[in-house]
């Protein structure tokens, strides 16, 4: 695995908790629709380093990582970040990785656990990969939904895909899912479920507590894939 150091392009303040870092692409650097790089970030904190997944996808010209934003001195470093600063990565790692090949997929993702699968997601989208793909994702509030624009407009464009919001707190009038996926949110939006294949993303418990309802679903555990963001300890 090769390390490589590269300029910031352009931060984009994603949602009020939740930051695009957008980069150059290293020459010669490739990588699969889901995975991760180990990101180092200088700045008045000192270089702090943290695992980050590729929420651009291989088909775009730069790569960039999208953090939910703390006090940590990660994400200090972050917020100082300018145009033409060098940020370095180690990298591709990971195994959530879809390239296409099945004929129902269903994705699962809680809060900024979405990042690799709008890398997927937007791969799959340019390269035209067909099937059906469902996208179950929850959050805390539409404001802290990430990437709802684009994915609104890919399930447009794209009969095959269709997206289920889950708002912990719904705005009034809210007709769709509250609360969490669980197995009530998972029978009742996704058919043919022996079929499907999963890709599950968030922090370590919703990875857990969704791992437990397809486990209550029957589902073969061959049929899941999970990426963990470990650090965090709730819904993000
Ligand atoms: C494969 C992978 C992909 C990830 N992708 C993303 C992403 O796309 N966007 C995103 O926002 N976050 C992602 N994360 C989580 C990210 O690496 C950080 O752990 C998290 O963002 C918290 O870092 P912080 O600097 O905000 O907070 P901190 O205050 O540094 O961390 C909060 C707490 O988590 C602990 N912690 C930090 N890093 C880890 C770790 N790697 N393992 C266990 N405990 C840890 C700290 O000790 C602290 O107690 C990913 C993690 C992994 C493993």
Redesign the pocket.
């Known amino acids: 695995m090769n390390e490589y150091t590269i300029k910031v392009i352009e931060r984009i303040q994603r949602t009020p908790t939740?930051v695009t870092l957008r980069m150059e692409k290293p020459d010669g650097f490739t990588f699969k629709p889901g995975q991760?790089g180990y990101f180092t970030v200088g700045g008045d904190c000192g270089k702090?380093s943290?695992?980050?997944?590729f929420?651009s996808s291989p088909t775009e010209p730069h790569l960039e990582?999208?953090?939910?934003?703390?006090?940590?001195?990660?994400?200090q470093n972050v917020e100082q970040l300018q145009k033409g600063d060098e940020v370095s990565f180690r990298g591709p790692?990971?195994n959530l990785v879809y390239e296409g090949g099945l004929d129902k997929v269903t994705f699962m993702a809680g809060g900024?656990?979405i990042?690799?699968i709008r890398s997927i997601l937007k791969h799959a989208v340019d390269k035209g990969i067909g099937g059906e793909k469902f996208l179950l994702y929850g959050n805390f509030n539409f404001e802290e939904t990430a990437f709802a624009e684009e994915i609104k407009r890919w399930e447009k464009e794209d009969p095959g895909l269709k997206v289920i919001h889950i708002l912990k707190d719904p705005p009034e009038g809210w007709e769709g899912f509250t609360g969490f996926i669980d197995s009530r949110v998972i029978e009742a939006s996704v058919p043919d479920l022996p079929d499907q294949t999963f890709y599950v993303s968030g922090p370590p418990p919703m990875v857990n507590a969704v791992a437990m309802c397809l486990d209550e679903l029957e589902i073969h555990r061959d049929r899941v894939f999970k990426?963990?963001?470990?650090?965090?300890?709730g819904m993000?």
């Open positions: 939740a991760w702090v943290r695992s980050l997944s929420s990582f999208t953090k939910r934003i703390s006090d940590s001195d990660f994400c790692m990971g900024i656990g990042t690799p990426e963990e963001l470990e650090g965090y300890e993000v």
